[in-house]
């Protein structure tokens, strides 16, 4: 049986995750060639990446993103705990921001409204893009697949994993000695995770050998 990571009780749906390499591989790719606004293939390829909830996503502002010690942190009033959350940004995932500052740079938000610079994409954009590719799985699915990597496959605690998730519990978000526990876990982990989505996707785009 494969390993499960504990989940909270929840009263909400249950979305679909993909596990299977494959149908990663094919996400990956899909997303790499989505022909939308690039402000919501970005918000997809980082949804890949970051873990977090989409609203807090979709939210994300450029004065919170830090390119010099590659941490994004979100303020406590953006945060279900309450508290404040600091996501390490892996190498894809500055490589992505990159890009995107020299599209949105000039707004409040890194996801920012064609309509509006001072307002972000709305809440059904990424859903509305990755069903609009034909895959099966939502924004919320896309960190649910990132968990489920990280627990089932680069076997990382279940604990480190919902501390970087921004479940609500005093102990796991607990601040020690000015920074939030597990940070160097937290950090290695995200880069295992973006290391781990290239490969799977470049194992799966190489030519097969005959």
């Known amino acids: ?11 909400h749906k249950r979305f679909k995750a993909l596990s299977d390499p494959q149908e990663i591989a094919s996400l990956l790719s899909a997303i790499d060639g989505y022909k939308g606004a690039f402000v919501v293939k970005c918000a997809m390829k980082l949804g890949t990446l970051l ?5 807090e996503l979709r939210h994300a ?5 830090d390119f010099v010690e590659e941490n994004w942190i979100i303020p406590a009033h953006k945060m279900k705990a309450r508290g404040p959350h600091i996501v390490p940004l892996s190498h894809q995932a500055i490589a992505i921001l ?6 949105t740079g000039h707004s409040r938000y890194l996801f920012a ?4 610079a001072d307002r ?3 809440a059904g954009a990424i859903n509305f893009a990755l069903n609009r590719m034909g895959m099966e799985i939502t924004a919320y699915g896309l960190r649910h697949m990132a968990a489920g990597i990280l627990y089932e496959v680069l076997s990382f605690s279940a604990e480190v994993i919902r501390c970087q998730l921004g479940y609500a519990t005093g102990r796991q978000m607990k601040y020690l000695g000015g920074w939030p526990k597990y940070f ?8 295992k995770l973006g290391d781990y989505l290239d490969v799977v996707k470049e194992t799966a785009n190489r030519p097969m050998e005959i």
């Open 184 to 191: 160097d876990e937290r950090r290695e982990m995200m880069q």
């Open 51 to 55: 873990m977090v909830r989409p609203n």
């Open 113 to 116: 409204s064609p309509k509006s």
């Open 98 to 103: 990159r890009e995107l500052r020299a599209i």
């Open 120 to 122: 972000c994409i709305g």
């Open 1 to 11: 049986m494969p390993k499960r990571i504990p989940q909270p009780p929840s009263k």
């Open 61 to 65: 502002e450029w004065a919170e993103i």
